[in-house]
């Protein structure tokens, strides 16, 4: 029996049972990361859909950048909880990233600017196609001023750039 690996197409298929809400616990893999951004234990928090994720990086318009928090932010607000799990979140961006490079390539064209978000202190997502090398030269070509810090890449000033 031979097994096909899933395209980032369907990796990007909305999930059977999300969203979902959950109280926060210590235990949770991203508690750490929603409790920087002001989530408490107990919380009421969401586990999203890719669908809710990929609807958020396509509003980006040229010229403007987004951060996985502020995404996290958007998407506790729509769903009326104080936070949004980013480690999920975070997987959907880059899952996003993939499936929009992948369908460039049999298309020719990227419905989703994926290249506009950032991790949450401004630098470069790494796990993007092309890697931290492949981010920068798309942030580049739409005139974004990019830095190297030891061996990770930010946007200078990145939250000068962040979209409302």
């Not at 991203?30 to 859909?49: I, T």
């Not at 951060?67 to 909880?81: G, P, S």
């Not at 936070?83 to 989703?112: P, V, Y």
Request: aromatic share 8%; charged share 30%.
């Amino acid at each position: 029996m031979s097994y096909r690996r899933k395209s980032w197409q369907e990796k990007l298929a909305d999930k059977k049972g999300l969203p979902k809400i959950l109280r926060l616990e210590k235990t949770f893999p991203c508690y750490n990361a929603v409790h920087k951004m002001g989530a408490e234990a107990g919380d009421e928090v969401v586990l999203v859909n890719p669908s809710e994720v990929v609807e958020i990086m396509k509003e980006v318009p040229e010229g403007k950048l987004t951060t996985i928090v502020q995404i996290c932010r958007k998407i506790a607000e729509k769903h009326n909880v104080k936070a949004c799990c980013s480690l999920t979140t975070g997987i959907f961006i880059m899952i996003a990233a993939n499936a929009a490079e992948e369908a460039a390539s049999q298309a020719g064209d990227i419905t989703i600017p994926y290249w506009r978000t950032l991790k949450a202190d401004g630098s470069l997502n790494e796990k993007y196609p092309g890697g931290a090398e492949g981010h920068r030269k798309k942030l580049e070509r739409e005139g974004f001023p990019v830095i190297k810090k030891g061996k990770k890449y930010f946007v200078e000033n990145y939250q000068d750039f962040l979209e409302d």
